[in-house]
């Protein structure tokens, strides 16, 4: 094409600018309102797309902030874009600033073979965040395709903020100082065959790897789908982390390789995500799992983990031991581990450890080990404190100590001789009930794929039924209530649970109105510093039709008591009654609450003040595992006792409750309060 030709057709599509720089030196700054082919030989300032639907072509050139310097000191944006969606941006160099992309409130983006490598770096950063900074920043961007990029040598290859529905497909993200991807409330987005190796931050001699690491997904990043990614060599290679409680589920990881990382290949501590031969070779730990309850690992590697001449941080089996697959410092409930190669780790292929702080407080229950090769360790299999663990099929050769080790206090193990494929069991039964009445749990649905018949092992709350096809039982006690079941058939196992939630059987106050009412009545927000929208919530609920929803943003920082007033006016308090209340709160901050939380505070009609403190913070750290997702009820003795503190004169009467909360830092908070209600006196042997 001669040069006529080629700038009629530049000109044709939209701006075109000399290879000449502005007056004074200054790169141009673009403002992109129509289809764009830029100048190779033109390097630009920066580039701010105003209209939806343009194609920007960069046919590679570069858009450069700073030239020299530290990169830890990068200012700016290459590329930005708010609110304009429908936008192709392919074939661009940036580099030499804060972001090399960052684009918000938008959707319909593709954003293909660009280069946002040299941006925002800083190896020598020690633990904690540091921004969204580095290549690609995507905030509430939504139905979008990252394809065939390349983000290196920067602080985050690419981050997803709110984010959901994108494809990430072969694109370079590789060589990052803190994560090569990362999403935050980022959901079934599609991810595969990215190289997302080498995100680590750590300096010569040193242990930790300062939480960096190849692939990080925190904060309600649920149904998302990773394939075929280079994870490896990171400080992790992926990691799912949860510093605030709010946990990422439904997520499937298939086909990836998390080997050689420094401390986990693989580390997660949020419940049902599913691991499909993925390899975890050659780190600390192959698989860390962690307040992991409902994971399923299929068919993964995990060997050479935890040896001395490669990395070996954390040896928290004995002996200096590491693992293969561990799960351990969390509750595991409700696991299943089907044909893994777990062979020559520097300790147990496989382990499961319940408590070790409180002695077996809480155990790695209900678990189904089948198929799996246990080769070359330590350990095939190390079980401490563990209950409800069926084991079949597994392969065990030249492990040293023990194929499978028993280190205390492991009940309900059990061992078949497997002959068929694995059932499939099926549960039929509620997920809350009222405390006193009657409940059953049916697994006459369940399926045998062979002639072999079925026999059902029930576990609920450490009591063990008969082997029959369906339970009936009734809750005395209100709480959380873990129901685990394992159908056998012919030698295989399968596992269905239930997390049921037992509820009061009381009348409640301030979170049941009519039907049809948006804006409940009684309610007031006690912080000057904070708005509060109280609305009636009908789909997020737990006791009766309803539940009280408070969206407290923005959030002023520091404690916001949500308040309700008694509408029949001041109720007895006699002595033992207690304030019942659920809650389900979400804090997106890391980390999340501070200063103990709930604080309840009663007022009498007179205006007296009585608070009821929890000795330690509830939603910091709950119960149970599964209340950081669901719901957690709290019980509390108007005279204090009990893990509360009362401060101030005691009560005859309440015409207010105040359910406070405090948090670290200031972001929205969503807080749901269903079931509140002064409860009486236990009566004689009753089960409160």
């Known amino acids: 094409m001669s040069a006529i030709k080629l700038l009629a057709t530049m000109l044709s599509v939209g701006l075109f600018l000399a290879a000449s720089e502005s007056p004074g030196g200054e790169r141009p700054l673009l403002e992109i309102t129509a289809d764009t082919v830029l100048d190779p030989n033109t390097t630009y300032g920066g580039i701010v ?20 310097g530290d990169p830890k000191d990068f200012t700016g944006t290459g590329i930005r874009a708010a609110g304009v969606s429908g936008v192709t941006l392919k074939n661009v160099r940036v580099r ?21 490598s040299d941006n925002f770096h800083d190896p020598r950063f020690g633990w904690g965040d540091n921004g969204r900074r580095g290549g690609i920043l995507l905030e509430r961007v939504t139905s979008s395709r990252i394809v065939g990029n390349r983000a290196n040598r920067v602080w985050d290859g690419c981050v997803l903020v709110a984010s959901d529905d994108n494809e990430l497909l072969d694109n370079d993200f590789s060589h ?14 599609t991810i595969a065959g990215n190289v997302l190796s080498h995100g680590i931050r750590i300096d010569p001699g040193e242990v930790h790897a300062r939480d960096s690491t190849g692939v990080l997904v925190e904060s309600g990043s649920n149904d998302n789908r990773f394939t075929g990614n280079d994870c490896t060599y990171g400080g992790d290679g992926i990691f799912i982390r949860v510093l605030n409680g709010w946990v990422s589920t439904g997520n499937v990881f298939e086909g990836n390789d998390c080997s050689h990382a420094n401390n986990n290949c693989i580390e997660a501590w949020s419940p049902r995500n599913r ?22 690992l299929v068919e993964n590697e995990a060997c050479g983990n935890g040896h001395p001449d490669g990395p070996h941080n954390s040896p928290h089996l004995p002996d200096g031991g590491h693992a293969g697959i561990v799960f351990m410092f969390g509750p595991s409930s409700h696991t299943v581990l089907r ?3 777990c062979r020559d780790n520097h300790g147990a292929g496989i382990a499961a450890i319940g408590d070790l702080a409180a002695e ?8 189904i080990v089948e198929d799996n090769l246990l080769e070359g ?4 299999i190390y079980l401490h404190h563990a209950d409800m663990v069926d084991l079949a099929g597994n392969r065990f050769a030249d492990n040293s100590v023990a194929d499978i080790h028993d280190a205390g206090d492991v009940t309900g193990l059990r061992r078949h001789a497997a002959v068929a494929a694995p059932p499939e069991a099926i549960l039929a039964g509620p997920t809350s009930v009222r405390s006193g009445q009657p409940v059953r749990f049916d697994a006459a649905g369940s399926r045998s794929p062979t002639a072999a018949p079925l026999s059902y092992r029930w576990q609920i709350d450490g009591e063990v039924f008969p ?13 959380f209530h873990r129901v685990a079941l394992t159908v056998e058939a012919g030698g295989r196992s399968d596992l269905a649970w239930r997390d049921l939630y037992v509820v009061d059987d009381a009348a409640e106050v301030g979170s049941e109105w009519p039907s049809g009412m948006v804006t409940p009545p009684g309610w007031s927000a006690e912080d000057p510093a904070s708005t509060v929208r109280f609305t009636v919530d009908t789909d997020t609920r737990l006791v009766g039709e309803a539940s009280l929803r408070a969206d407290v943003d923005p959030y002023g920082g520091g404690r916001v008591t949500l308040r309700h007033r008694l509408a029949e006016g001041p109720r007895p308090l006699p002595p033992g009654a207690r304030v019942v209340a659920w809650i389900a709160a979400r804090n997106p901050n890391v980390p999340a609450w501070e200063d103990g939380n709930p604080l309840l505070t009663l007022t009498d009609g007179a205006g007296r003040t009585m608070t009821l403190a929890p000795s330690r913070d509830l939603l910091a750290a709950p119960s149970t595992t599964e209340s950081r997702e669901g719901w957690l009820r709290i019980e509390a003795p108007i005279s204090g006792g009990d893990g509360w503190v009362r401060s101030g004169e005691a009560l005859a009467e309440a015409a207010s409750i105040g359910l406070g909360f405090d948090s670290w830092g200031a972001p929205p908070l969503v807080i749901r309060i269903d079931g509140l209600h002064i409860a009486p006196a236990p009566g004689p042997g009753s089960a409160d």
Request: charged residues 15%; glycine residues 16%.
């Open 49 to 68: 797309v105003m209209t939806a639907g343009v194609t920007v072509d960069g046919r590679g050139a570069l858009v450069l902030g700073g030239d020299a």
């Open 96 to 116: 030499g600033f804060e972001r090399g992309l960052h684009v918000s409130d938008a959707e319909g983006w593709t954003i293909e073979g660009c280069d946002f």
């Open 176 to 189: 990052a100082s803190n994560t090569c991807l990362s999403l935050w409330t980022a959901c079934r987005n």
């Open 275 to 296: 691991w499909i031969r993925n390899k975890a070779n050659g780190g600390s730990y192959g698989f860390w799992l962690g307040a992991s309850d409902q994971n399923v």
């Open 339 to 341: 044909g893994n190669v």
């Open 360 to 367: 077996g407080v809480w155990k790695a229950f209900h678990w």
């Open 377 to 380: 360790n330590r350990w095939g």
């Open 467 to 479: 082997d029959a096809s369906s339970v009936e039982t009734t809750f005395t006690r209100p709480g």
